[in-house]
């Protein structure tokens, strides 16, 4: 398989489930007698082998990139309003492109992390 040399290498979901398919006598039987049933208990017990995901098992991570995008979000807030600040006697505002889109990207950045995951809402 790719990347089996590799001893550090995240399994992956669908490589464990294809490997006890393939490897349990008789399994491969049942998926194809009762496919719905057998994978989703096939699934359920291929995913308690992965490790957890780097926000569960490490939070400093996502404290870290939420706090570094705060803090460009902020100063990107700041650099406009100083710019606006120091530019009134002049008579036209002009904040540069760099300080709108690194505000914008960081803001966009923060909505897309904070905001609630679309797939843990499962009917």
Known sequence: MKGESMSEEIPRSADLLVGLILNTPGLLEQVKTN???????????????????????????????????????IAAILGAIYLSVNTSGSGTLQIPDVITALGAAAIGALAGLLAPSPTGKRA
């Open 35 to 73: 496919p719905k049933e057998t994978l989703q208990k096939l699934a359920a017990e291929t995913t308690r082998h992965l490790p957890p995901p780097a926000l569960v098992g490490d939070c400093w991570i996502y404290r870290i990139v939420v706090s570094a995008l705060g803090i460009v979000a």
